[in-house]
């Protein structure tokens, strides 16, 4: 299901980013239920403001969302709401 998706989602590839975005990313996973898999966080090139995850633990996050959370708040820790969301309803 994840090949699925990363081929039909446009993923931004810039290495620091998603270094950044995995980082922050597997703060949020150490405090699910779910420490069995392999979390991996992933940045999709919309403007649209969402998050969502897949069965296995591949959690996307919008690039809008990021955005919008800079402009809120003037960091990214908005979007740690809405992929916690996500990350609580992966099986």
Request: aromatic fraction near 10%; hydrophobic fraction near 35%.
């Amino acid at each position: 299901m994840r090949k699925q998706h990363q081929r039909a989602t446009p993923i931004i590839q810039d290495p620091e980013i998603n270094r950044y975005i995995n980082v922050l990313g597997d703060s949020i996973s150490r405090l699910t239920s779910r420490k069995d898999l392999d979390w991996q966080f992933f940045i999709v090139d919309s403007k649209e403001v969402n998050a969502f995850a897949v069965p296995g633990g591949f959690v996307y996050v919008n690039r809008g969302l990021i955005e919008r959370a800079i402009r809120w708040t003037s960091s990214p820790a908005y979007w740690v709401t809405r992929s916690g969301t996500s990350c609580g309803g992966t099986r």
